[in-house]
């Protein structure tokens, strides 16, 4: 059996390769004290292979690394492709096909292999909030592009550090704030809907009428406020575990 992780810049999520929908998260928050629970994990199952994808910093995911190898288990960490060929095929547009998150790769892996040969917005609100763009042409799947915002703890924190007076807001969203905090939340809110939003309009312009798929460790927070706007929109909570275990059967095969 096999271990799938996603080393994304808040949390590792985990999963067995045997039952990708049920994910594990272990915050780390950029330090290294998360090793203990990361080691009980390791401990859960005989793990032959650990496929992983990171997009936090090289020497936190160099000691992930090392703290697996220290079980004698294999460690790969899947790039973004120019292409995968797996039960479909995804083209990557990217101009440089590896500088795409990969992440942000296998969520689209993920989320195409639940919701096969249709357009979609792959949005993942985690540490930033990415807005990607999938659809089908000529038998292919195609990653069109997609847009990178800070998520929302990044835009409530920026407003702390950024202005001489503004708190770490907390609250609910109201259609006219009245006190400082709720204006805040509202406007963070408002900003990621904006983005959401002006993501489905370019896909409508360009004829295409996406499922909207909701995934990161804020989805559910958000999922309210996204199903007024769009009641189509579906959560997936585990989209880039789903993408990891494909591609590692895909891997496995060639
Ligand atoms: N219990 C929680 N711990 C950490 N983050 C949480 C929690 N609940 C919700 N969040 C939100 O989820 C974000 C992290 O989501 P996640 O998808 O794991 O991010 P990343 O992939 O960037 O590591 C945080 O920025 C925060 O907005
Ligand atoms: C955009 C991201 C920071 C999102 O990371 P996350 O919020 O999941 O931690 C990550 O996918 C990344 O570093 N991407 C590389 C740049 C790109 O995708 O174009």
Excluded at 109 to 119: H, K, R, V, Y
Excluded at 173 to 183: G, S
Aim: glycine letters at 8%; proline letters at 6%; a neutral charge.
């Amino acid at each position: 059996m096999n271990l799938l992780i996603d080393l994304g810049n808040t949390a590792l999520k985990w999963a067995t390769s045997d039952d990708p929908e049920s994910p594990h998260t272990i915050v780390h928050g950029g330090s290294h004290h998360f090793f203990e629970k990361l080691r009980n994990a390791l401990k859960e199952k005989p793990f032959a292979h650990v496929y992983g994808c990171y997009v936090t910093s090289r020497d936190l995911t160099l000691s992930v690394t090392r703290l697996i190898e220290s079980f004698g288990i294999k460690v790969t960490w899947l790039k973004a492709q120019d292409c995968f060929n797996g039960p479909f095929s995804l083209v990557n547009s990217y101009k440089t096909p590896v500088q795409l998150g990969s992440d942000r790769w296998h969520a689209a892996i993920g989320a195409i292999s639940f919701l096969p040969s249709q357009p979609l917005l792959v949005v993942h609100v985690g540490t930033a909030t990415t807005v990607d763009c999938v659809f089908p042409k000529d038998g292919k799947m195609i990653f069109a592009g997609g847009r990178i915002a800070p998520g929302v703890v990044l835009m409530r924190d920026s407003l702390v550090t950024g202005t001489a007076t503004l708190p770490k807001a907390d609250g609910d969203y109201e259609d006219f704030p009245t006190d400082t905090m709720t204006a805040i939340v509202t406007g963070i809110v408002d900003s990621q809907l904006g983005l959401i939003e002006r993501g489905m309009r370019v896909m409508q312009s360009h004829g295409f009428e996406p499922t909207l798929v909701l995934a990161g460790g804020a989805a559910s927070r958000f999922a309210p406020y996204l199903k007024k706007e769009f009641p189509k929109s579906i959560v997936k909570h585990n989209l880039v575990l789903r993408g990891l275990a494909l591609r590692a059967e895909s891997e496995m095969l060639a």
